[in-house]
Structure formats: structure tokens, C-alpha cells
T-cell receptor, first 113, second 113 residues
Framework: GENVEQHPSTLSVQEGDSAVIKCTYS??????FPWYKQELGKRPQLIID?????GEKKDQRIAVTLNKTAKHFSLHITETQPEDSAVYFC????????????FGKGTKLTVNP | EAQVTQNPRYLITVTGKKLTVTCSQN?????MSWYRQDPGLGLRQIYY???????DKGDVPEGYKVSRKEKRNFPLILESPSPNQTSLYFC????????????FGSGTRLTVV
């Protein structure tokens, strides 16, 4: 089955710096790669996603890049703010008739004022 | 308001006592899924459904059952709960094949003693 590795498990940055979280996956047939943000005590919320036919997608301060050949994708947050502090999860969907969505183990991001 | 509603939010039960966690969505979504979240393990998929009467196993289905008799509801059933099923459970839904983003419910914190 699909295996998703997420790094780092914790990340601490100063306000205004950039943060990068990376995920690798094993199944080359996977075709959808979302990122979720989970604040303490709350539900996961989708913040950005990318499909396999796209290499990069940006939404204001957040961007995701995908390298299908190397089977890895990354979340980039620029100009970080304290409210960006949360746990971030990457996920991978195989598609093609399967709805198996496999999550990474999460990255706890702390943005220090 | 578009939402995924889970009940109960908190539940403490004893080993072996059957229980059901309900999940309902008002967005006419085709796809629904159950996840459990445990510290250090991220979110793991239990079961998913791609439409009424269509369900399939995720990565950790043992000890759980689901049903999808109508589009809006996707209950999670624990026939004989055990302490290793103590966890935070999330139900989620999404529209269909070309709209991949899941909307999560608020979660159910289950403790089995």
C-alpha cells in the first residue's frame, strides 16, 4: 500500500521567515496531494492541494510543489505569522476508483513572534 | 450552513458495549470517510464510501463497521469496543470525483475503559 513520509516532525521559525515541509510517497499511481492544517483542538482544514498534472500551485503566502519523478511534494509558507502555528498534514490519494487517502504523520509548526 | 456533523463529541464507554458514532452532511456529497487520529500516528483511514451502498476498507478497518443507506449519513459502528480503540475520530465528506477537498466534522473523542 501507499507509504507517506513527512519531515520534519517539528519546525520552529521566527515570524516573517519561511517554512518548508516535505513529504515523500511510494505509489507512482497517486494523483492528488492535499495539505491540511490542524489547530489545537480543532478539525483538519484543507489549505491547498495539487493534482499530478501540475508542478506548482500558489495561494497567497502558501505554495505547494510536486515532483512526480522523485515522488515528493512540499509545502512552502512565506512571511510566516504566529497564526500559522499549527500541525500540518500532507496526504496522498491514489484515485482511479480508490478513495484511499493516506496521511503523513504531521509537522508541528511553531512561529515565534 | 454547510457542515459535517458528528455525534457525540465525547464518549466514555466500557469494553464490549456496542456503540455508534453518527455522521451527517448537508452538502449532498457523494464521498464520505472515517478517520482516527492518534498521537504520533497522524490520521488513519478506517472506512470510506463512494456512494449509497458503496463502502470499502481503509487502512485500519479491524473492529469497525459502517453503513451508507442514505447519502447524507455514514455512521461508524463499534460492535465490541476495546481499549485500543480509544482515539479521536473524524468523519469527512467531499463532493465527487473532480472535487477532492474533504470537509471534516468536529471530531468525536472516544475513551474505552
Amino acid at each position: 500500500g501507499e507509504n507517506v513520509e513527512q519531515h520534519p516532525s517539528t519546525l520552529s521559525v521566527q515570524e516573517g521567515d519561511s517554512a518548508v515541509i516535505k513529504c515523500t510517497y511510494s505509489d507512482s499511481a497517486s494523483n492528488y496531494f492535499p495539505w491540511y492544517k490542524q489547530e489545537l483542538g480543532k478539525r483538519p482544514q484543507l489549505i491547498i492541494d495539487i493534482r499530478s498534472n501540475v508542478g506548482e500551485k500558489k495561494d497567497q503566502r502558501i505554495a505547494v510543489t510536486l515532483n512526480k519523478t522523485a515522488k515528493h511534494f512540499s509545502l512552502h509558507i512565506t512571511e510566516t505569522q504566529p497564526e500559522d502555528s499549527a500541525v500540518y498534514f500532507c496526504a496522498v490519494l491514489r484515485g482511479g476508483g480508490s478513495e484511499k487517502l493516506v496521511f503523513g504523520k504531521g509537522t508541528k509548526l511553531t512561529v515565534n513572534p | 450552513e454547510a457542515q459535517v456533523t458528528q455525534n457525540p463529541r465525547y464518549l466514555i464507554t466500557v469494553t464490549g458495549k456496542k456503540l455508534t458514532v453518527t455522521c451527517s452532511q448537508n452538502m449532498n456529497h457523494e464521498y464520505m470517510s472515517w478517520y482516527r487520529q492518534d498521537p504520533g500516528l497522524g490520521l488513519r483511514q478506517i472506512y470510506y464510501s463512494m456512494n449509497v451502498e458503496v463502502t470499502d476498507k481503509g487502512d485500519v478497518p479491524e473492529g469497525y463497521k459502517v453503513s451508507r443507506k442514505e447519502k447524507r449519513n455514514f455512521p461508524l459502528i463499534l460492535e465490541s469496543p476495546s481499549p485500543n480503540q480509544t482515539s479521536l475520530y473524524f468523519c469527512a465528506s467531499r463532493r465527487g470525483a473532480f472535487n477532492y477537498g474533504y470537509t471534516f466534522g468536529s471530531g468525536t473523542r472516544l475513551t474505552v475503559v
